[in-house]
């Protein structure tokens, strides 16, 4: 089991950037590292979309920089020239399997999201 709280939402104007972060509380026998993790984000009325992701060994993909740090259990998303179509709620999500995965139905346990606003 993994409990996953997502910080770092906010207003922001276009063309700037922003940092999400992503703590994990893994109350389970397995730690941190034994899980990739994802980013994605869901505008209204819009299917949830991926956004970026790292394996357990720290290999990112995706259009954002994603990093881990497994000592202290977080994740980071670093959004750079934002616009306002990136506007949504972002989600952090861990999976049991070590390789990155890009579905959302991949993903075995998931925060409560964070705002994202890009105004123009």
């Known amino acids: 089991q993994v409990k996953l709280v997502e910080s770092g939402g906010g207003l922001v104007q276009a063309g700037e950037s922003l940092t999400l972060s992503c703590a994990a509380d893994?109350?389970?026998?397995?730690?941190?590292?034994?899980?990739?993790m994802g980013w994605f984000r869901q505008a209204p009325g819009k299917p949830r979309e991926f956004v970026a992701a790292?394996?357990?060994?720290?290999v990112p993909y995706g259009r954002y920089g994603i990093s881990r740090n497994n000592v202290n259990k977080t994740v980071t998303l670093q959004m750079n020239s934002l616009k306002p179509e990136d506007t949504a709620v972002y989600f952090c999500?861990?999976?049991?399997?070590?390789?990155?995965?890009?579905?959302?139905?991949?993903?075995?346990?998931w925060g409560q999201g964070t705002q994202v606003t890009v105004s123009s």
């Open positions: 893994t109350t389970s026998g397995r730690t941190f590292n034994k899980y990739s």
């Open positions: 790292v394996s357990c060994s720290g």
């Open positions: 999500a861990a999976d049991e399997a070590c390789v990155a995965q890009t579905r959302a139905n991949s993903y075995d346990y």
